[in-house]
C-alpha cells in the first residue's frame, strides 16, 4: 500500500476510470443487441430510453437517456413557434429535438452506465432469446 496519501486517492482515481470504461464497453455491446432500438415516449424523431441514476440528479442537466450509439445524452425537446406565424405552422414542421452529448465525471458514469445496462438487460429479457 502506498504512503503516500495522493497515490492512494490516484489508485482510487485508477480504479473508478477502469470501471467506466469497462461499463462503456459493456453498455455499447448490450445496446447493440436492442435492434429494433426502442423511441422515447412522447418524442417525434428521437430515440432513446431515460436514465434515471438515483443521487446524481441535477438541476443543470435535462432529462438523460441512452441512445442507440450506446452513449448518454441529455435530451432536449420544444417547439419553436414564431409569433407571426403561429396559426400557420406545422407543429411537427417546428418541433425540435436535440440529443446534448453528456459530459460525466467517471464517478456520475458510472451511476448512469449501472443504470442504463439495468434498463437494457431488463429490455433484452422482456423481448426473449434472440433468434
Known sequence: MPDDPLE?????????????????????AATARLDPFPPFPGAFFSFGIEIEAPG?????????????????????????VPAFEFEMADPVALR???????????????AY??????????LLLERGPAE
Open 8 to 28: 492512494l486517492k490516484a489508485d482510487a482515481d485508477a480504479v473508478l476510470d477502469r470501471a467506466a470504461e469497462r461499463l462503456r464497453r459493456l453498455l455499447h
Open 56 to 80: 446524481q440528479e441535477s438541476h443543470d442537466r435535462g432529462c438523460v437517456v441512452l441512445a442507440p450509439d450506446g452513449e448518454l445524452y441529455e435530451l432536449k425537446m420544444g417547439q419553436e
Open 96 to 110: 425540435q429535438e436535440e440529443l446534448k452529448p453528456l459530459e460525466l465525471h467517471p464517478r456520475e458514469y458510472v
Open 113 to 122: 452506465a449501472h443504470c442504463a445496462l439495468t434498463k437494457v438487460v431488463e
